[in-house]
């Protein structure tokens, strides 16, 4: 099955510092990669996804990359605020078939001021 | 309004009395999965349901069981809940074959003492 390693598992930047966060998949037939945010005692949201047909995608200040050859994906954070802290979790999936969303271990970023 | 609901959202208990936490979602979603959140272990999938009568295990199945007799609800079942079940537990949706877009639930706190 597929196993997505996530880092770091945490992140501390300050106010106005971009954010890397990286993946890593194991899966070369997985197609569909999202990107979740979980604020403090809350539950996780889709922020931005991206399918393998596509290397890059922005969203205002977020952006995530994929390098499929590497099988490897990352969020950008640009010009990072207090409301960005929060818990980050990256996944991957096969799309169309009963294959389940895959997580990794998610990143802690704190964003200080 | 679209959402995923669980009850209840906070539950104290001790060991060997059975307990349900139910999940309901109001957007026709065929799949369905549990899920629990561990400190440094991310998202876990318990089990899941790509649709009414068809479940499976997920990552983390032992001592749990689940139903899905009516599209819009999948219980969690604990028969005999012990101290390594306390967790914060997910319910989550999503169609089969558009966006893959992941709805959670607001989390459930269980403390099996």
């Known amino acids: 099955g597929e196993n997505v390693e996530q880092h770091p598992s945490t992140l501390s930047v300050q106010e106005g510092d971009s954010a890397v966060i990286k993946c890593t998949y194991s899966d070369s037939a997985s197609n569909y990669f999202p990107w979740y945010k979980q604020e403090l005692g809350k539950r996780p949201q889709l922020i931005i996804d991206?399918?393998?047909?596509?290397g890059e995608k922005k969203d205002q200040r977020i952006a995530v990359t994929l390098n499929k050859t590497a099988k490897h994906f990352s969020l950008h954070i640009t010009e990072t605020q207090p409301e960005d802290s929060a818990v980050y979790f990256c996944?991957?999936?096969?799309?169309?078939?009963?294959?389940?969303?895959?997580f990794g271990t998610g990143t802690r970023l704190q964003v200080t001021l | 309004e679209a959402q995923v609901t669980q009850n209840p959202r906070y539950l104290i208990t001790v060991t060997g009395k059975k307990l349900t936490v139910t999940c309901s979602q109001n957007?026709?979603?065929?799949?369905m999965s549990w899920y629990r959140q561990d400190p440094g272990l991310g998202l876990r999938q318990i089990y899941y349901s790509m649709n009414v009568e068809v479940t499976d295990k997920g990552d983390v199945p032992e001592g749990y069981k689940v139903s899905r007799k009516e599209k819009r609800n999948f219980p969690l079942i604990l028969e005999s809940p012990s101290p390594n079940q306390t967790s914060l537990y997910f319910c989550a949706s999503r169609f089969r074959g558009q966006g893959y877009e992941q709805y959670f639930g607001p989390g459930t706190r269980l403390t099996v003492t």
């Open positions: 991206i399918r393998s047909n596509v």
């Open positions: 996944a991957a999936i096969l799309t169309g078939t009963a294959s389940k969303l895959t």
């Open positions: 957007m026709n979603h065929e799949y």
